[in-house]
């Protein structure tokens, strides 16, 4: 399985989330960006979710004005990918709650931790949906207790 | 301390954080740039200052400004100072920065690895998970050796949210660093029994992903994931483990046995597409297909996904089945209709697909109908891409397997025209391709080819809209030529060759037109030919004018090769139209320059023909010419001046019987080869005698689709007259059955129906010349399959006439001798000649075509061999005549004068002849002339002479050879016993001619007639050659052969090839072959290979001329 990538672009083609799991080049990166980017909002609204791209599988899906995209191997699963992207968008919507474009945009780093608490180096970690949230619970609490620290000392 | 840390605070607050800058960013949109550099100014700022909080806030905005593809590189250093705060706060940001901005090449990296020791030994366990993390995205094979052990350690923590990470990191760390598999690999696999199932999926991923990198490893771990596999209910872990039985599968066999049945449980009873998908591909992928029904159940699923209203799953539907397709076109055949419907889809990837699964799927009763849809497909294609992706597709449907699925050319010729009408798609050379190949190969179509293809040109204009861009006008090319080639087809040649001549032609490309002057030229011989026997001899004048009128629009042309061939055809046809007013018959002679039949020629022939020793392809024949000699120069001036380069146009005349004769034979031989696919009599007559009202063709209206150019043909309509042709052919066979069964039903009391139609009941309507890329030398088994037949007597070889008498009946010739300067109008006005020579004899169609360009002083000679033939039968006696090793190179001064090469060929059917071609080069710079043959005849051979010349006279050679140039001459010999070689010896006589003097120069050779030259290749039924064998006529005698180092297959090849014998059969390393002499003698050989030695039993009916065909093959191998 294990991901070589992973965008988030919204509809007008700009990036919102990128995860590389592979190591390239910053060069490399916004080419290959670029290129997907191009091609997936090329593609038709009623067309199948995978196309082959490179030596790689594309797998992608829209959510309201966002692309999930995601580029696994040869003999991944294509469905099984879906799935993935499916479950980090529902993730996303229970720990931002009913999450839009905006909130990924001004909490990118959220979107981040919990993504990192989902897929490590390109594999789903996690499987539950209970034990990723309260994983990023946990951390947060963290966060903000030691900020609440500060202010008090 | 607490107020300074405050402080600090509060002037956070009035920096901009996070959202202030991506607020700031979108309310820049104009000048985001500019904004966005004064932020980063800010940055730099605030990276400076001490407070860790400002640092990672600033970390933060940088992370930001990297995904929108600004550069951080240069804050590398502040990552690591945050990443190292001991606030979690600060450290995820820290972490997460370095996760997105580092990469193998970031030096600072290395500064990073006590830091993350630290971390991953954190009793925090969110300290550990963020540094798992972030290492996870920029591990370098550094950091692997040195933290392996650190994270080898954590597989064992007690936290399993710790243990998951670790476990999967070390897939990366593997990666990375190689040598640490080993030591963590028992680890690794205890992981798989953890109680903690995210632990347990995470191994589970890690091994699958290890095994399909080298499976063989991971064999022993089979019977653990069988455990799993029917034990867990997790369809992530399943979907791993199946993959993973995937790889082990090929590497262990008796797997599959042991699996096919929990897969297909699962296949039954999952709801899940994901797994069901991935169960379907690892049996597709694992070949499971000796489980019964396993198959069937396959497509059945994927029949499911096919028709689902999902797009996805319809995609993988298909991606699916044309996986089983590969391997069993029969299941997926039968769902045709829904692969059709996907044709229709509104997806594009899907009708792709789909487009490449009916490739697989056609057969000769679907083709037509396949087709059909795929033409309306092309009409209603809105991008140029999908269209020409069709375009390609219905060409490759279509010609598959030398057109295996073809039973209607005229048909195909038909769909072959309607896709010219597609405007601006790049595959007009692929059509072009296609047309040629069908009216060269296809010899029952060139009447309707030629027919359609002339209607293309006279609607050229509709073509070619846009001349220059535009692919379509490749077939135009095609069009040009099979008009030409085949113009005796013409219904109106006249017309046709008008069309090719107009002005607009022109604007065509150079290539194009080159074709068009060319063909234009045979055609115009063609004309004349049908108007020389009219009484009106104006007719034949015009025909003349009208290209000389056209032909210098042409001859001005900025093409090279246009403008040449242009030129050379006009004095060409000037010249006639002055032979023409003093009433001279010129149309044979003009026609005799487009004399032969140009056939098929198999791709890889020529390589098959061996170079004869001591020929260099490379060399230069005559020397290169020099740089300043052609730019000094005029080039017209040189070529008035020049010597009259000779070229002789050799053919010979066949009367009518004769032609007959060989038709006839030759439809013989079709009907005994395997490759040919019979003419089915019938279907021509369906097409002729159906005036049915629905064949009559009716030009539609339909302004969507493009314009139709009446008489130009309905591909629709073959698919009616097909249905009814097959009806017709079906009726007959029924009746024909019925008969049958009415002489049987008194027999026996129930009889098999005759069912539905099945694919071998077709019949085509037309044949295709097949030509076979293998031939015999390479693959024995292919020779065993040409050969074992009986020679039917159709099939004998014909005598060989004799070369010197008919060659000396050609009137170019008689000219040629006769007196030079007669001959010189002719010899100037023509720049280039063609030269066409055609070995008429029956089964040797060897062509020469040989160009002769004038250019300044230099003579290039072009000469292209095309060695064609029809059957693989063909191809082996050709291989058998030309033999590589051309063993009479004679020596002395015969390579400073001339150079002689010889043949030796028995002749079947008069057993007291043998026909030797002998090949003459001149290799010095003089002019050779009046050359004589003579052999000093001995008891036992004599050469055949004319009559009522003497028994010491020799024999003219029917040509005289200028510098450089060789030629081939033949002379029969009566041979009376052909039981021992013998050698003969002879001389020959010539002129040689200089430019002040000539001298009478004498050759001697020796001609050595070896056994092998009176043994023909004749096939021979194991049955037949059993019953030989038994019939105790024939005497044994056996020889053996050392040291003989080469692969059986080639040890048969080379006997066959060079003592002339047929495998009859072979097994393993032992084979039986035969061969035949001239006089009858049946030769048999057993021959038996171990190791390097090779032994030969050999029995024949003539004792002495098997010693010393053994003593030759033995010869040959020590040659060796």
Wanted: hydrophobic content about 35%; glycine content about 4%; some cysteine.
């Amino acid at each position: 399985m294990f991901f070589s990538f992973m965008l988030l672009f919204s509809r007008q083609g700009k990036l919102r989330l990128q995860k590389w799991y592979v190591p390239l080049s910053d060069k490399e990166k916004k080419k290959i960006t670029r290129e997907l980017v191009q091609t997936v909002l090329a593609r038709k609204p009623k067309m199948c979710s995978f196309l082959e791209w490179r030596d790689l599988k594309i797998v992608y899906k829209r959510y309201a004005s966002l692309y999930f995209c995601c580029a696994i191997e040869d003999q991944d699963n294509e469905l099984i990918t879906l799935e993935i992207i499916h479950r980090y968008v529902e993730l996303l919507d229970k720990y931002f709650g009913s999450v839009c474009e905006l909130d990924i945009i001004f909490n990118f780093e959220k979107a981040y931790f919990i993504l990192d608490e989902f897929l490590l180096g390109g594999e789903a970690q996690e499987t539950s949906k209970k034990n990723v949230l309260k994983a990023i619970e946990q951390a947060d609490l963290l966060q903000e207790e030691k900020i609440l620290k500060v202010y008090i000392n | 301390m607490a107020l300074k840390i405050v402080k600090g605070s509060i002037d956070r607050m009035f920096d901009k954080n996070l959202q202030d800058l991506v607020r700031g960013i979108r309310n820049h949109k104009e000048d985001e740039a500019k904004y966005i550099s004064t932020c980063i100014d800010e940055i730099k700022q605030e990276l400076k200052q001490d407070n860790i909080a400002v640092k990672a806030n600033a970390v933060c905005k940088l992370t930001y400004l990297q995904m929108l593809g600004y550069d951080v590189s240069w804050a590398a250093f502040n990552i690591v100072e945050v990443m190292s705060s001991s606030k979690f706060t600060y450290k995820r940001i820290g972490y997460l920065a370095a996760s997105q901005c580092f990469h193998e090449s970031t030096d600072v990296i290395m500064l990073t690895t006590n830091q993350i020791r630290k971390d991953l030994s954190s009793p925090n366990q969110y300290d550990t998970g963020v540094a798992l993390t972030g290492l996870s995205c920029f591990v370098t094979p550094d950091l692997a050796r040195d933290l392996a052990n650190d994270i080898m350690t954590l597989m064992s923590h007690t936290k399993p949210y710790i243990r998951k990470k670790a476990v999967l990191i070390m897939y990366k760390v593997f990666l990375k660093y190689p040598e640490s598999l080993r030591p963590a690999f028992p680890r690794l696999k205890e992981k798989l029994e953890d109680p903690d199932p995210g632990v347990q999926s995470a191994a589970v991923n890690v091994i699958c992903e290890l095994a399909r990198r080298n499976p063989k490893n991971y064999l022993s771990l089979a019977p653990l994931f069988f455990k799993l596999m029917t034990s867990s209910t997790n369809n992530w872990v399943l979907i791993k483990i199946i993959k993973l039985f995937g790889a082990l599968t090929p590497l262990e066999p008796r797997l599959g046995k042991k699996l096919i049945e929990p897969l297909t449980n699962l296949i039954h009873s999952t709801s899940a597409m994901s797994l069901l998908y991935e169960c379907v591909n690892t049996v597709i992928a694992g070949q499971y297909w000796f489980s019964v029904g396993s198959k069937e159940l396959c497509v059945q699923k994927l029949r499911i996904l096919i028709e689902d209203s999902d797009q996805n799953l319809k995609y993988l539907g298909l991606l699916a089945m044309s996986k089983i397709l590969k391997t069993h076109p029969k299941s997926v055949q039968s769902h045709k209709d829904l692969i059709l419907q996907c044709l229709d889809d509104k997806d594009e990837s899907i009708r792709l697909r789909a487009l490449d699964l009916l490739y697989g799927m056609v057969s000769k009763k679907n083709l037509m109908e396949i087709v059909k849809k795929l033409m309306l497909h092309v009409d209603k294609a809105e991008g140029t891409t999908y269209r020409d992706e069709l375009l390609t597709k219905i060409i490759d449907i279509c010609s598959q397997s030398n057109y295996q699925y073809i039973t209607n050319f005229e048909w195909y010729i038909s769909i072959l025209v309607e896709l010219t009408r597609l405007e601006g798609t790049r595959h007009g050379h692929l059509i072009a391709s296609q047309m040629l190949d069908v009216a060269i190969r296809v010899k029952a179509i060139r009447v309707f080819a030629v027919a359609q293809m002339a209607t293309l040109l006279d609607n050229a204009h509709l073509l070619t809209g846009n001349m220059q861009r535009n692919g379509i006008c490749e077939v135009l090319y095609a069009a040009a030529w099979i008009c030409g080639e085949f113009s005796e087809h013409l219904e109106n040649p006249m017309q046709t060759l008008e069309a090719m001549l107009r002005p607009k032609v022109a604007t065509l490309p150079g290539h194009i037109q080159a074709v068009y002057v060319q063909n234009a030229a045979k055609l115009f011989a063609t004309i004349l030919k049908s108007q020389e026997g009219n009484t009106d001899s104006t007719a034949a004048q015009d025909t003349s004018q009208l290209m000389i009128d056209r032909l210098p629009l042409f001859v001005q042309s900025a093409n090279l090769e246009v403008q040449e061939r242009a030129s050379c055809i006009l004095q060409l046809v000037k010249y006639i139209q002055k032979l023409q007013q003093k009433d001279v018959e010129v149309a044979e002679e003009v026609n005799a320059l487009f004399a032969g039949e140009l056939n098929p020629v198999a791709p890889k022939a020529q390589k098959k023909v061996p170079v004869p020793e001591g020929l260099d392809l490379d060399a230069w024949i005559n020397e290169p010419p020099s740089e300043s000699e052609s730019e000094d120069e005029q080039p017209k001036a040189i070529f008035a001046k020049e010597e009259p380069k000779h070229s002789r146009p050799r053919h010979t005349e066949v009367d009518e019987k004769e032609l007959a004769r060989r038709r006839e034979a030759r439809k013989q031989e079709q009907a005994n080869n395997p490759f040919y696919i019979k003419a089915s009599p019938s279907s021509q007559k369906v097409y002729q005698d159906a005036p049915g009202v629905e064949h009559i063709p009716v030009v539609q209206i339909d302004l969507s689709v493009p314009l139709k150019v009446p008489g130009l043909p309905m591909s629709d309509q073959y698919v009616k007259l097909e249905e009814e042709r097959r009806q017709k052919e079906r009726a007959e066979k029924k009746k024909k059955e019925k008969k049958k069964r009415k002489e049987k039903r008194s027999g026996r009391g129930k009889k098999h129906d005759s069912g539905p139609e099945s694919e071998e009941d077709i019949t085509p309507a037309h044949q295709v010349d097949i030509v076979t890329e293998e031939m015999p030398e390479s693959n024995c088994a292919s020779v065993r399959f040409y050969l074992s037949r009986p020679l039917a007597d159709s099939e004998k070889l014909p005598v060989r006439s004799h070369r010197a008498a008919e060659a000396a009946k050609s009137p170019a010739e008689d000219g040629e001798t006769e007196n030079a300067t007669s001959l010189e109008p002719k010899k100037k006005s023509s720049k280039e000649k063609r030269e066409k020579k055609k070995d008429k004899d029956r089964d040797r169609k060897v062509m020469v075509k040989c160009w002769i360009h004038h250019w300044d002083c230099a003579f290039f000679v072009f000469i292209f061999f095309c060695l064609h033939f029809l059957t693989g039968n063909d191809a082996y006696h050709l291989l058998c005549s030309c033999k590589s090793d051309f063993k009479g190179r004679l020596n002395g001064r015969w390579e400073t004068m001339s150079d002689t090469v010889y043949d030796i060929q028995g002749n079947l059917q008069d057993g007291s002849q043998v026909v030797v071609s002998v090949i003459f080069e001149n290799k010095c710079d003089s002019f050779l002339k009046s050359m004589e043959f003579n052999v000093l005849d001995s008891l036992n051979s004599k050469l055949q002479r004319p009559e009522g010349s003497g028994p010491h006279d020799g024999l003219t050679v029917p040509f005289q050879l200028p510098p450089g140039v060789s030629n081939e001459a033949r002379f029969v010999f009566t041979v009376q016993s052909i039981v021992m070689p013998q050698k003969l010896k002879g001389t020959l006589t010539f002129i040689v001619k200089n430019e002040d003097s000539s001298t009478h120069e004498k050759l001697d050779f020796k001609l050595h007639f070896t056994c092998t030259s009176y043994l023909i290749t004749t096939p021979c039924y194991s049955d037949a050659f059993a019953k030989l064998l038994e019939s105790g006529d024939l005497k044994g005698s056996s020889v053996r052969l050392e040291g003989v180092n080469m692969p059986f297959h080639h040890l048969l090849a080379r006997i066959c090839f060079h003592h002339h014998f047929s495998i009859v059969e072979r097994i393993d390393s032992c084979a039986s072959m035969y061969s035949r002499s001239i006089q009858g003698h049946h030769v048999c050989l057993l021959v038996k290979t171990s190791g390097q030695t090779v032994s030969i039993d050999a029995k024949c009916d003539e004792p002495t001329l098997l010693g010393n065909v053994l003593d030759e093959i033995k010869q040959t191998f020590s040659q060796c």
